[in-house]
């Protein structure tokens, strides 16, 4: 929530229970600041007071820096949308942006909860259909995969044709990206406890270590085969509208 919510919730809780009118609408400088003069700095009581009294004053900033938490934007950016929709539906061209099939909710952002596979299955599991995108610590790399199905299970193999990985060679321009979509379908998905993504013998350790460990359940789309890290991944909900 932004400050000012948690401040005016916390003024609408307080004259709730004085019996007191709440409907911030009526509400005015004198009843949401002023009355708390007693609690607030003096220098900003005198700078509010100015402004609102001084005709033709401008506003004194002083704004302390905010405490909301800075976050990393999302890997998928709006171009990466329509191309991620006709990949679901096997469309050979990309959809328009107008008439994308689905909505993508993010679930899990790594360096908001960590990269344990506790964490990626407390937000991922039972989910249905999900897509999954790792930035490569280093070069521009993205990579990420579709699953159809859901994450929940424990050692167990989940079939389907459905499923998918990608690349992109440069994760800001679309035009660099590869597809495959799954060979061997009884091995599309695995579902582990202790793992994060886990698709044919492409998978997370759990702790930010990726490794494809032989196999050619999925074409070979440039992904790196030995121990990698990425600087961070996030899990989307794929949702029909």
Not at 3 to 13: N, P, Y
Not at 54 to 71: G, H, Q, Y
Not at 75 to 101: G, T, V
Not at 172 to 186: D, F, Q, R
Request: a neutral charge; one cysteine or more; proline letters at 6%.
């Amino acid at each position: 929530m932004n400050e000012i919510e948690v401040w005016e919730s916390l003024l609408t809780w307080c004259l709730c229970q004085q019996n007191m009118e709440s409907d911030q609408t009526k509400w005015n400088f004198f009843y949401k600041v002023y009355i708390y003069k007693e609690i607030l700095p003096k220098d900003l009581i005198h700078n509010l007071l100015e402004f609102y009294i001084v005709p033709n004053i401008k506003p004194k900033t002083n704004t302390a820096p905010s405490r909301k938490l800075k976050l990393n934007p999302t890997l998928i950016q709006s171009n990466h949308i329509p191309l991620f929709a006709s990949w679901i539906d096997r469309k050979d061209s990309s959809y328009n942006k107008n008439e994308i099939p689905y909505e993508f909710k993010l679930l899990y952002h790594s360096n908001r909860v960590g990269f344990s596979a506790e964490s990626f299955h407390q937000n991922c599991d039972n989910k249905g259909a999900t897509i999954w995108v790792a930035k490569i610590q280093g070069p521009t790399q993205l990579i990420g995969g579709y699953n159809p199905l859901d994450w929940n299970g424990n050692d167990e193999w989940k079939p389907t044709t459905d499923s998918f990985m990608f690349s992109f060679t440069d994760g800001k321009n679309i035009s660099t990206a590869k597809l495959g979509y799954v060979k061997k379908p009884n091995y599309a998905i695995y579902c582990d406890n202790s793992q994060g993504p886990h698709m044919g013998y492409f998978y997370c350790k759990g702790y930010n270590i990726w490794n494809t460990y032989g196999g050619n359940f999925y074409p070979n789309i440039g992904i790196p085969t030995s121990n990698f890290s990425v600087d961070y991944y996030e899990v989307f909900q794929v949702i029909i509208k």
